[in-house]
């Protein structure tokens, strides 16, 4: 039953049941089937903030693009700035600036945000941080590191 879902969770969903049946080469049949099979729903917030494109591996000292997909999932528009911070000791700095205004997204509508990074040390770094602010109620939302890549040598 559902009593043992974390409450940080939307629920359960039902996904139907696994059937599996074969022809053995004696030619008896077999089948297995499953009890009811279900999933976790998380909940979805008001600002999904999703990486559209990341690359996994770059040269150490090449430019490159994060594309951060931002989507609206209220009935209210939202006026987006964003703020990038730089976590310790990592090997990527943002290019251009730290802060910036990103505009409107629209009730249930999304915005694509390109942002250009230099890497500048090889190994495996997080992406990170960056805040976002909804100006029009003041509300942040943080993401501390929203993906990884890997910078080698040239």
């Not at 969903?13 to 059937?19: A, P």
């Not at 730290?98 to 040390?121: A, F, N, R, Y």
């Amino acid at each position: 039953g559902s009593s043992g879902i974390n409450a940080e969770y939307g629920g359960v969903s039902s996904v139907g049941k696994l059937d599996i049946m074969w022809l053995s080469n004696f030619g008896e049949r077999g089948r297995l089937q499953s009890s009811q099979l279900q999933r976790l729903i998380q909940p979805q917030g008001e600002l999904v903030v999703t990486v559209h494109s990341l690359p996994h591996f770059i040269a150490s000292d090449t430019q490159f693009q994060l594309c951060l997909r931002l989507r609206n999932t209220t009935d209210r528009k939202y006026n987006l700035h964003i703020t990038l911070g730089q976590l310790p000791n990592s090997g990527l700095v943002w290019v251009g600036d730290i802060k910036k205004v990103i505009g409107e997204v629209l009730p249930c509508s999304h915005l694509d945000v390109q942002l250009d990074i230099l890497p500048i040390k090889s190994g495996v770094w997080d992406v990170g941080e960056i805040t976002i602010e909804n100006v029009l109620t003041n509300k942040k939302f943080n993401y501390p590191s929203i993906g990884q890549i890997l910078v080698g040598l040239k």
